[in-house]
């Protein structure tokens, strides 16, 4: 299999109301994200920036939103509400800046986050104990 070729990123900007959920550093925060924003743009990809949404604290983690390989998008299916309203922004996105075909997963009692997901370039396997054991049990 040859090299995955990135030509696009999707990054949230982060929320005020992301402050709420724990102490840390909200300014340094903001910086590290423009500096990762200025980064993904210096080695030539296409940068997408999501507005802050205030309803979703987390929503500056994009990758719980889905997976993507091959061109198609396995969108995430959460038992968390927050997360599943990302997913389901997420896919608007996909669908209709990117042109990528999306697959929606109808597994009943199924939950799958894209963070909790690893391609090896061959392979797709879980490395979270909690949705593995979800997916097992």
């Known amino acids: 299999m ?3 070729r990135y030509t696009h990123a999707i990054v949230a900007r982060i929320s005020d109301t992301i402050k709420k959920n724990g102490e840390f550093d909200y300014d340094k925060a903001k910086q590290q994200h423009q500096n990762f924003c200025s980064l993904l743009r210096d080695i030539g990809l296409d ?3 999501l ?3 205030e309803t979703l604290p987390e929503g500056v983690f994009v990758e719980n939103a889905a997976i993507i390989c091959n ?3 396995l969108m995430s299916k ?3 509400l927050f997360r599943q309203r990302e997913a389901d922004s997420m896919e608007i996105i996909l669908k209709k800046e990117l042109d990528i ?3 929606n997963p109808n597994i009943p009692n199924a939950i ?3 963070g909790d997901v690893l391609f090896t370039g061959k392979l ?3 490395i979270s104990e909690f949705t593995t054991y979800i997916v097992n049990h």
């Open 2 to 4: 040859p090299p995955q």
């Open 47 to 49: 940068v997408i920036e």
């Open 71 to 73: 061109g198609v998008a």
């Open 124 to 126: 797709f396997k879980i």
């Open 51 to 53: 507005p802050p949404d």
């Open 101 to 103: 075909p999306v697959v």
């Open 112 to 114: 799958l986050d894209g």
């Open 78 to 80: 959460s038992d968390n």
